[in-house]
């Protein structure tokens, strides 16, 4: 038959044995006929055919694809259901990144159960760490300000030519602390909500044209009414800071915003000497000015403006690019956050 594969190996080895056998018939499965020559005639042998190969060959085959497909099965299911606590590690720690704290109980086997607890442990380190250094930034401030205090009072009984210089001292004092709580307390930005960035953009256009700052703003109608999750108070400090760093060293600005794919971008332009390329990862390092890239006589901080805007655009999970303006020729600053 057809489908009696052990019939086509035992004729082979059958023939190959006993090159007398003339024919050998496998028509019935349960028996086994083949006829032999003999020098006194041709005679027929029958037999059981359980005693030459097995009565059903095709139960192993049978018995290898479903065991292969319940083991498979089985393996999915165990993989899947290991996997998914790994899966739900990584989210937290995705989140965390662009500073968001999200639920998570460490599940499944006993080493992905380590590992979990090892970031929950982690995470709250980093917690404790980020507070602690708010709190004592914010203690030395506060006693800072005490003296400070006392110096303007004195100061002020001295005539106005020989107090200017102590004065100003005590300004660049102050603006010292107030920039170092202000890099300290980055993490205080507000909680994430969901936001409309077209409203971040009109707030800052309004507060432009009430002073009377030559900044143009461009929101763009694609996307418009969509909302992303972040912290609106950061980005909005992040992009006062860059514009006012614009106007500062140009003399005008624009902030547009761009939707991409899988991101958002900022971007504001100036018309200033803008940022050598060999110097620019290291403009956005705390406590850096550069010179003569930018003109310090200008500027009025302690080189933690653009540090601050990539501390937020990094508690987003994005990150801040600096280039050349193709259209205004000086500085181009792009804060750039995940969707």
Known sequence: RILDLSGRVMIAELRADMPEIRAIDLQDLRTVRFWIDQPLGRIMVSLPRDRVSASNPHQLLVIMVVMGGLMTVVSYLFLRNQLRPIRRMAHAASEYGKGRIVPFNPTGATEVRIAGAAFLDMRNRIERQTQSRTMMLSGISHDLRTPLTRLRLGLSLLDDAEAAPMVRDVEDMQGLIDGFLDFARIEAGGEVVLTDPKDILDGIAADARRISQSLTVVCP??????????????IRRALDNLVGNALRYGSSARLSMVWGEK??????????????????????????????????????????????????ARLHGGSLRLGESPDMGGLMAELILPR
Not at 221 to 234: D, T, V
Not at 267 to 290: S, Y
Request: glycine share 12%; no cysteine; hydrophobic share 35%.
């Open 221 to 234: 109608q694609e996307g418009a009414g969509e909302q992303i999750k972040l912290r609106p108070m950061a």
């Open 263 to 312: 991101s958002l971008r900022f971007v504001v332009e100036d018309d200033g000497p803008g940022i050598p390329t060999d110097q620019r990862d290291e403009a956005t390092k705390p406590f850096t000015r550069l010179d003569p890239a930018r003109n310090q006589d200008r500027g009025t901080g302690v080189g933690l403006g653009l540090a601050i805007v990539s501390e937020i």
